[in-house]
Structure formats: C-alpha cells, structure tokens
C-alpha cells in the first residue's frame, strides 16, 4: 500500500530555513508527480507546490514563491521541501501527498509540523 | 486563480438526515473538481473526482453532481461517522491547485 511519511519539521525562528523530507514506498515513485499541501492549525487546507515526476516541472503558490523549493530524488524514493526566509504565516502542518485517478491528490503522509516562532 | 466558496460554512444535522453541501467556483473549472473529507486529527480522504465519481472504498452514500461552477456533495443518510469537515478543490487550468475554505457538518 501506499505510504508517505514525513519528516524535519519543527521549531524555527522567522526568517530561518527548515527541509522536509517525504520517503514514499508502495508504488513507483519516479512515475508520479507530488505536492505538498499545508494546513495552518484550525484552518482549511492550502496547495504548496508541485513536481512533476521526473523533477522537470516545478510549480508554487504565490504565497511561497521565491522563499520554498521543491526537488526529489527518484533513487531514494524521496520529496523534498526546502523552505527559506520563513514567516509566522508558515506555521502549519505540511503533508506530501501523491495523485491518482489523473491528477487528484488521493494520498497523504501524516504531516509534520512547522512552528515559526521567536 | 479559481476561487472555490463553500457554503454552508457550517451545517448541523442529525444520524440519519441528508445532507446536501455546495460548492461553487468563481469561473468555470468543467467537472474536474474533487471533494475531500477531513476528520479531526487525520489527513484528507479523497471521496469524489470529476465531480461525480466515487474514489475506491467510498460508500455509495456519498454522491457528487454538478459542472461549470456549481457543484453539490449529497451524503443520502448520515452515519455517526459521517460528521467531519468536506473540502472540495479543483484541478482546472492549475496552477494554482485551490481548495474551497470547508463545510464543517456536525452534529444536531
């Protein structure tokens, strides 16, 4: 079955900079593109960025634009998620999650939680 | 970018009732929307794509209907374990992907 965990979250004063990391194992993870999804605590949920399946295409929300960047690494089965020039407004739980049925986001990882704070 | 507004933001019924959650896109996104169910403390489900087709695992009374820009999920009798907060999102002319800001159905 399909599993997606992820991981680096944590504590980080703004302006720092935090990497998530996402092991997938469960299916062909070089045939898939990815994304990852944030959710602020007790609010709705809000599309990061995108990567095709072979790391070609990369797309942002302008809210991260400039400041995150997505890559991946096909050998290790693995998404990543650099995040610079972080804000309060970062402060969320971040899941990657993969598609199916087209491009419909039908998998999730469990999140980690990124705390920007002084 | 396509704005996606759900109404009611809150919708509170009882086991067994039906309920009928709306979604509407600030321009036309075809029939490639999808609805989403989030329990407290858990990741998103996928429960409909294309606007009416169920994901697999999905029971049969949860139904999604309507194109253009405006949509509708139907839950035909609520189960306890029914009562949750429902996203729905689109997949037309992306980026940017966008989720609507979520109907939370509770209980009455």
């Known amino acids: 079955q399909v599993l997606l965990v992820e991981s680096g979250g944590g504590v980080v004063q703004p302006g720092g900079s935090l990497r998530l990391s996402c092991a997938a194992s469960?299916?062909?993870?070089?045939?898939?593109?990815m994304h990852w999804v944030r959710q602020a605590p007790g609010k709705g949920l809000e599309w990061v960025t995108f990567?095709?399946?072979?790391?070609?295409?990369?797309y942002y929300a302008d809210s991260v634009k400039g400041r995150f960047t997505i890559s991946r690494d096909n050998s290790k089965n693995t998404l990543y998620l650099q995040m610079n020039s972080l804000r309060a407004e970062d402060t969320a739980l971040f899941y990657c999650?993969?598609?199916?049925?087209?491009?419909?986001?039908?998998?999730w990882g469990q999140g980690t939680l990124v705390t920007v704070s002084s | 970018e396509i704005v996606l507004t759900q109404s009611p933001a809150t919708l509170s019924l009882s086991p067994g009732e039906r309920a009928t959650l709306s979604c509407r896109a600030s321009?036309?996104?075809?029939?490639?929307l999808a609805w989403y169910q989030q329990k407290p403390g858990q990741a998103p489900r996928l429960l409909i794509y294309?606007?009416?087709n169920r994901a697999t695992g999905i029971p049969a009374r949860f139904s999604g209907s309507g194109s253009g820009t405006d949509f509708t999920l139907t839950i035909s009798s609520l189960e306890p374990e029914d009562f949750a907060v429902y996203y729905c999102?689109?997949?037309?002319?992306?980026?940017?992907?966008?989720f609507g800001q979520g109907t939370r159905l509770e209980i009455k």
């Open positions: 321009q036309s996104v075809s029939r490639y």
């Open positions: 469960g299916f062909t993870f070089s045939s898939y593109g």
């Open positions: 294309d606007a009416s």
């Open positions: 999102q689109h997949l037309s002319n992306w980026p940017p992907l966008t």
């Open positions: 999650a993969s598609p199916a049925y087209g491009d419909y986001i039908n998998y």
């Open positions: 990567i095709e399946y072979d790391g070609s295409n990369k």
